[in-house]
Each structure stands twice: as C-alpha cells, then as structure tokens.
C-alpha cells in the first residue's frame, strides 16, 4: 500500500516503545516491526463514476437540502454558478435542533435513566440516554464530480476554509450547542459514502469526554506554567526538528511524536490563537496553500488514497477560553483498527513519526526544487 | 453490506439518542437515520488463497518460531498431530522480555523524557517514552488451511479456549507483566493480515489506560453498593430482555445498551468470575458451543465476513480482584472509524442494539427450529 520508491530504508531501532501524547494525553505503542508482516488479503475499492446521479454536482441542487451558504464563483458569468455550497445532511448524526419543540417525553434534555438498575442498589441509572440535537451538514467543495482536494486551487481551497469558519461561526450562535466538529473522511476506508469532494461539520449539544479532556489539559498547563501547551510542544518540536515535515508563513506541520496511526500529520498555527473560525483570510489562504501539499503527499503515499482531517477548534467552554490553541490533523488510512485497540483503546502503530516526517521530507524534495536545497539543519528552529 | 434478508423493518424511532456504557462509561452517538445513507463505494477483498505458502499450516511448522504450547490431536494415530499450537509472533506488537536484558540507555524501564520541553518552563516532560516489553504469541486454530471458526467443532474449539487460558496463566508468572489481551482478527477490515484461522495474544508491562479505568468502575461499584457492576447490567438486561440475543447454561449474550458498533454482542459469565483463565472444562465447553452459534451469525449478516472478538480477563492489577467479572465480546466490521471519531472519540452508531438483536433472534429462529417456539417474552428472565 506504501509506494516503496517513497520509503526510505527503515529505522534502525526495532525495539517497542510506548509513548505519551503531550497534547491529547493518550499513550501509543510504536511497533516498528509489525510493519514488515506479510498481507493475505488486498483490498480493493470499487467507484461507482456515476456523476449523473450524484446530489453534490452543480444542476442537482433540488436533490439536497436547501442550501445555508453558498459561496459564489467569481470568475463565472453566471450569478447562480457557485464554488463551495453547504446543505443539511439527510442521514445526521444527530437530530436537528428545533428550538420550538417539546421535549421528547422518553427522553429529556438532560441524561436520563433508559430502565430501572437491578434491584440489589438503588439511586443510580445503568442505561442512562439523552436525546442528542444539533447540526449535520455537508460542505460541497466543487459543482464538479471532483474526488480529490488537489484538483481544486488554493483560491478555492481558501473558499472552503472560509466556509467552515463561517458554518462554525453560525453553529456557535445556535442556543444548546457546546461542541462543532470539521472534519473530511476521503475513501471507503476512511469512512466516506460518496465520491464527490465533501467535508462535514456536526454540532453537537454535548461535549465529547474526549474533547474536554483535551481542553482540561490545555487549561492546566497554561494555570501550572503560564505557557500554552501547544506553544510549548511547537517550541520542542521545532528545536529538536526531526518530526517536522513543512513550514510555511503561519504554520508547522510536523508528525507528532506518540501519532496513534502511521503518516499522521499536526498542523499548528505558529501563533496563539484559540479559534479557527477567527483566522484571517491572509492565514486561510497560507492554510489552504498548505493542506493542497500535504494532501498531495497523502496521495502520494497511497493509491487509491483514503484519510481524513479533522479541524480542532476552541470548543464552547469557558474553561480554556485563553489556553486553547487550534490545531489540524491529517492522515492516510493504512492501518486498521483491530481487537487489541478495541479492548485496550491503546493504538499500535508501527512507523516512528520520525520515519514518517522523513518519507514526507523526501516527497517535499521531490515536489519542489527549492526545496532540495535544504538540509535537515533548515528544518530546526 | 449487510443482507436484506436478515433486516426486519427498521425501527420507528429516527431521533439520535446519546448513551452511556454502564461497564466501559463510554458515550456513544445512535444515529438510526445514518444507516440508510447511499454509498458510491464498494469494498471487495481478493484473498491470496496460497495454503501453500502458509506458515500456519501442519508441515510448515519451520515457518514458525517453535511452539509455546501444542495441543495434540486425540483423534489422529500420529502422536505429532495437533489441533491447536501457538508460537511467537514473528511480527511482534511489543519486545520480547529478556530477563536477562541490560536497560536500554536510551530508554528505561520507567517513563522518561525522550527530550527537553522548551525552556519557558522547567521540571515537566513533554516528549515521554518507555520501552515496553512483553509477549506476543499467535494461536493457530487448526493444522489445516480453513478461515473460519465455524468449521471446527465444539470441542476443537474448547481446545482453543483451554490453550489461551494456558497461555494467560503463563504470563501472568512472567515478571513485569500487567495486561494479557487475547482476540481474534478476521478479514482485512478487521485487521487480519493473514487468511488461515488464528487469535493472538498480547502480553505487556503497562496497562492500558482504558482497560485501568473499566476495572476501576467495577472497583467503585462494588466499593459502593457491595454488588459487582456486570452482575446489576446482567440482572437489568435479562429483565429488560430486548437485547438479550442468546442463553446458554453459563452464559448470557446480549447487544449492550450503548455499544460503540452495530451488531456488538457482550457475553458475559452468568455466575460472578473475575478470570476466564479459571473457567472449568465444562464452562469452556458451553462458551465454546455458544460462540461458534454467534460467530454463525455474523458470518450470515455480513459477506464476506469481516470482525473481531475479545477477551476481557481480570488484569494483574489488586485494585478490582473481587469486583472484576470477566467477558467476551464480538463485532461484525460493518462500519469505518471516521473523521468525527478521531477528532472526538465518540463513536456514531448507526444501528439500536435493539434492532441489531431483533436481527440476531431472527437467525437464531431460523438456525434452531426449536427456538421458533421461543417468544421475546422467553428471553426476559
């Protein structure tokens, strides 16, 4: 699956090693030799080209939900022609929130026991359920049969990223929502249903544990130490430079050092700023310059390519209001999720970031000729 | 995906409903309306069906490093013949523990720096790393190239139970050793990299944080309100009874309330034990017996069959000695960890472990004509 013209030789180190992730908490056990196991099985995955069908393509308008924003084409004659168009998702992850609706009399706003516990205990819930309202939406990135973020320009990409923050923006002002998540699965095997290049957006009423905890740990380092976490990890990666793969005007991207899954990549805004959806159309457009090249790589990587990004911006809690610092994550789907993951929620990953970030450092030399001029030392501080 | 066939009318209720886990305290999203979503894609997986090559296979035994356990043949006149052996894995998850190893210089035996954090603070590591040690052994099913675990029989598989629960005891007298994982992989989308039928078993020096914190919950409860946490979830689903799939003498298997996947199944030992390595013959038996019937079922809802099972033994902590009771669970790979669940941790669950258990009877009254007499009233105590 990993083109071997991309891979440089492997790592010399091939004991295991356990990891912690400064940033998210969780620990990642790094297995280098798991990867050079043998495969029975290939997958392939099958495309229905059917973009006479498809409800994301321009002049199939009535077969999605009335659009929330569009964002025109300038370069087109035509007034109704569109680049990005956002609509609600006919099948949500949640239901949509009605703010003149009755509470669902079996279930409330709030947890709420599903049935009585047995009898031998009392004052406590077993199958505790809540109603769960918000928003789903899809964010159309082209009115062509497009499957591929690379065959739009970065003006374009731009667009999309100011979509997002104004999608973000608006969830933001809608009563009971505390968490909104962007995020973009490409190919079957990372969870995608159709072709056509989309992202989506779910804003949720309750704020996954996952999400807090992060937030919490953003919140006690900037109380113990006066320092942004995010800040401070951007300060050691930069200084130790082995992990980090691109730079640009206002962002690093790099592959942080307990990844849970191969060829993940962090992209972190060099300065403190907790919210995306605040960024600047001059930062947009440095991001969308950006994301074009790593997806590019990614799809380099891997053919057919399948991954996702996911966008993480300051979720609606005061708690870490001014230690939050948004972040992007970016990764190809090459390895599977298995029994020791679901039983331990521990990920095995067999590459080393290290072994990752210099795969993508040899793509950047191919990619670009200035870049063959730099040498790992240009990559530190 | 899954077969029409076998789908009764979905539910009525299209509301997403959040829930909790009683034992793993693992919210999950249930989204009924996402499963009808259309689907551009289809994944097909071509298997290199090349028993000749295959190091599992009787007579490649040389393929493999020499076997920690074998358990002989009974029916066969030659005394080398067996059913069932496990041997090291050749691609190993975690280092083999060398009791004899010097401490890596690089990396201790205990968590440590791998690198300084940036200097705007002091006495905190941001980049923490151990080695980690362990076991990781494969367990092959049979001597011949079959891919299922249905086509043994009971008692090939009761072989199979009584060789992890072997393998279990020995390493719980491995020093060092905390946490033994024992699961299953079948088909590409459930991990598996090779075809011929086999479980594998982890043994590591840390525990895993989620795996610390179920068994804390069973602590607490049992702390709390003298009863043990699986013992009330049991006594409330067999009286709630419409997630109850199937009983056995010593078993209950049921789709838990907040399961992260469709068609999750929990079984779970109707008598109070804390090990599955202490189960009886006649306990492994009926297990036995039970899990070939569910494996039968999800190779029915799903062609070809891809999923998962575990086993969640005590681990060697003290903390839950006397509150932890052992299970299994099992899981068709039906749908993609995505974008939102990585951002998030929080899994949407497109299917009710109600609706998937509606599913599960109505196989189990095809499978067994003598389960046609059977009501959904008989499945409630």
């Known amino acids: 699956m990993i083109m071997p013209a991309a891979a440089p030789a492997p790592a010399q180190r091939t004991a295991s090693e356990l990891r912690r992730d400064p940033l998210t908490g969780m620990r990642v056990i790094f297995a280098p030799e798991r990867g050079a196991r043998p495969q029975d099985f290939r997958q392939t995955e099958t495309t229905h080209w059917k973009a006479d069908g498809c409800p994301f393509c321009a002049g199939h308008e009535d077969a999605t939900p009335p659009a929330a924003l569009v964002i025109a084409d300038p370069d087109s004659p035509d007034p109704d022609a569109w680049r990005v168009r956002v609509v609600g998702n006919k099948f949500p992850a949640v239901s949509p929130i009605d703010p003149f609706a009755e509470p669902d009399p079996a279930l409330g706003s709030g947890w709420r026991g599903a049935s009585r516990r ?26 062509y049969h497009l499957s591929s973020l690379c065959q739009l320009d970065t003006d374009h990409i731009t667009d999309l990223f100011r979509a997002y923050a104004a999608r973000i923006r608006y969830w933001q002002t809608v009563r009971g929502v505390e968490y909104i998540s962007i995020f973009k699965n490409v190919g079957a095997a990372a969870g995608a249903s159709l072709l056509h290049s989309h992202s989506q957006l779910i804003a949720t009423e309750a704020i996954p544990k996952q999400v807090q905890a992060i937030g919490d740990r953003l919140a006690h380092h900037w109380a113990s130490s006066g320092c942004c976490l995010q800040c401070d990890i951007l300060r050691g990666e930069l200084s130790e430079g082995r992990r980090v793969i691109a730079k640009s005007d206002h962002f690093v991207a790099y592959c942080p050092f307990a990844g849970r899954v191969p060829y993940l990549i962090r992209v972190v805004p060099r300065v403190h700023a907790d919210r995306f959806e605040e960024a600047a159309d001059e930062v947009l457009a440095d991001l969308a310059q950006l994301t074009h090249r790593l997806v590019g790589w990614l799809e380099r990587i891997q053919q057919p390519s399948a991954y996702n990004y ?72």
Chains 1, 2 share one sequence.
């Open 310 to 381: 996911t966008l993480h911006t300051r979720p609606l809690t005061a708690a870490c209001s001014e230690s939050f610092h948004w972040w992007m994550e970016l990764f190809p789907r090459t390895t599977t999720f298995a029994g020791f993951e679901w039983a331990s929620d521990c990920f095995i990953n067999p590459l080393l970031p290290e072994t990752a970030a210099r795969h993508f450092r040899e793509l950047a030399r191919r990619d670009d000729p200035l870049q063959q001029r730099m040498t790992p030392h240009d990559f530190s501080r």
């Open 118 to 143: 047995g009898e031998a205990s009392k004052g406590y819930e077993l199958f505790e359920a809540r109603s769960l309202a918000g928003g789903h939406e899809v964010i159309i990135e082209s009115p």
